[in-house]
């Protein structure tokens, strides 16, 4: 199994919401990420996840909420959003995060809109 | 973080070679070079990396410069499924080993039949 799984698919939330976005990997990675994608951009890192812990907060607003449960599921929590937060979110997961010398496997993404 | 540089778009002809060059004068000793491709509606998907030696795989190859300041990701037949966005990306080694991969803008690539 070399899938990065990401559901919903869709999503679309009213800025008083809160929703939460999953991603699942079953490859035994111990590095999972979240990159925020707009229309015609590159993704940008959010979030890298080492060995279950947050390595890396690329400065996110805490609107964005992630929570690595175990090694094989992350989430992004959302409360609060606001319209410019609408985009493709994606997942990835790498064997490890520390490392120059790996690929890493990308989900097909949630695309959220936020109303 | 080391900055990559590609043109925006490149137009190829289906069943001849492409060749889609990168700038990367800043990358440092340690630094990885990296490719991604993100066909429509999907996410990101490996291509192939290298450090200073030239790389093939079966999806593509990877030509690097004697001074690791370029590369030039070849793919040998292009065919209309190689149509995607195209990112070159420098993932950080050393002692600033953060694991990040940061992309660049990447090259938009039409393949015409």
């Known amino acids: 199994d070399t899938e990065v799984t990401q559901t919903p698919k869709h999503l679309v939330m009213g800025m008083t919401n809160k929703k939460s976005l999953k991603c699942e990997q079953h490859m035994g990675h111990r590095a999972m990420y979240w990159y925020k994608q707009k229309a015609k951009k590159p993704p940008e890192l959010m979030f890298v996840y080492s060995y279950e812990k947050l390595s890396i907060n690329e400065s996110v607003p805490s609107r964005f909420s992630p929570e690595c449960p175990n090694s094989s599921l992350l989430n992004l929590h959302l409360h609060a959003l606001q319209p410019e937060d609408s985009a493709l979110y994606l997942c990835?997961?790498?064997?490890?995060?520390?490392?120059?010398?790996?690929?890493?496997?990308f989900g097909s993404g949630t695309q959220l809109s936020v109303l | 973080d080391a900055k990559t540089t590609q043109p925006n778009s490149m137009e190829s002809n289906e069943e001849e070679p492409v060749h889609l060059p990168c700038n990367h004068s800043t990358i440092s000793g340690t630094d990885y070079i990296h490719w991604y491709r993100q066909l429509p509606s999907q996410g990101p998907e490996y291509v192939i990396h290298?450090?200073?030696s030239n790389v093939n795989n079966r999806m593509a190859s990877l030509a690097i410069a004697e001074d690791r300041k370029s590369s030039t990701l070849i793919l040998h037949r292009a065919t209309l499924r190689d149509a995607a966005v195209y990112y070159c990306?420098?993932?950080?080694?050393?002692?600033?080993?953060?694991?990040?991969?940061?992309f660049g803008q990447g090259t938009t690539l039409q393949v015409k039949p």
């Open positions: 290298g450090l200073t």
């Open positions: 990835a997961s790498s064997p490890f995060a520390v490392s120059t010398n790996e690929k890493l496997f």
């Open positions: 990306i420098l993932r950080e080694g050393g002692s600033s080993n953060t694991g990040k991969l940061i």
